[in-house]
């Protein structure tokens, strides 16, 4: 699980200007409580591909994503 998050995470700080040039957009609920899985490494398999396509479709999602994994990580200190 930790490794994942780690790869989850430089994968988030590569693009980390990128992702704080864009407007923070929220989530739906059913799409926030999946990426809240997602970044804690807890979502299954089969909904992974939903995700990325979410991700794909609406690449503003992935600051959302980052500040989730951020708040994680600082969570953890």
């Not at 994968?11 to 200007?17: A, C, V, Y």
């Not at 059913?30 to 299954?44: I, M, N, S």
């Not at 979410?54 to 990580?73: F, I």
């Amino acid at each position: 699980m930790a490794e994942r998050l780690q790869i989850l995470l430089k994968f988030l700080e590569r693009f980390d200007d990128e992702v704080h040039g864009r407007e923070l957009l929220e989530p739906s609920e059913e799409a926030r409580t999946k990426l809240q899985h997602f970044a804690r490494g807890t979502l299954p398999e089969t909904d992974q591909t939903e995700i990325f396509a979410l991700l794909d479709r609406h690449p503003e999602l992935t600051a959302w994503l980052a500040r989730e994994v951020k708040g994680m990580r600082c969570a953890e200190r």
